[in-house]
């Protein structure tokens, strides 16, 4: 069974810190490109941010570019995403989702499996 469980969302404070976690199962990892995406109440998803297994490429949606850093542990099945200068903007339920295929994309619909998320709530 598949399985991608995302974990360490919370409340945090403007300029705060928080890393999620998307532990994966029941898949081959390194097939797999991973995404993180969010959506907001009234919102669309949106991609965050995206690493290919195959070469570490990256992707940063604007608005994470300086303030969030994509990292994976292979041995582990886990990818993460640092996030760091936090701002009330960035609320939103937090999702990852793994695509097949050695590159990532920035759109959700393309996507094979998702977690169930995690929210994410900044306070000013």
């Known amino acids: 069974e598949v399985q991608l469980v995302e974990s360490g969302g919370g409340l945090v404070q403007t300029g705060g810190s928080l890393r999620l976690s998307c532990a994966a199962s029941?898949?081959?990892?390194?097939?797999?490109?991973i995404g993180w995406f969010r959506q907001a109440p009234g919102k669309e998803r949106e991609a965050v941010s995206c690493i290919s297994n195959k070469d570490g490429s990256t992707y940063y949606a604007n608005s994470a570019k300086g303030r969030f850093t994509i990292s994976t542990d292979n041995g582990k099945n886990t990818v993460y995403l640092q996030m760091n200068s936090l701002k009330p903007e960035d609320t939103a339920v937090y999702y990852c989702?793994?695509?097949?295929?050695?590159?990532?994309?920035?759109?959700?619909?393309?996507?094979?499996?998702w977690g169930q998320g995690t929210q994410v709530t900044v306070s000013s």
């Open positions: 029941g898949f081959t990892f390194g097939d797999f490109a």
């Open positions: 989702a793994a695509l097949y295929g050695n590159y990532w994309s920035a759109v959700p619909e393309l996507y094979d499996y």
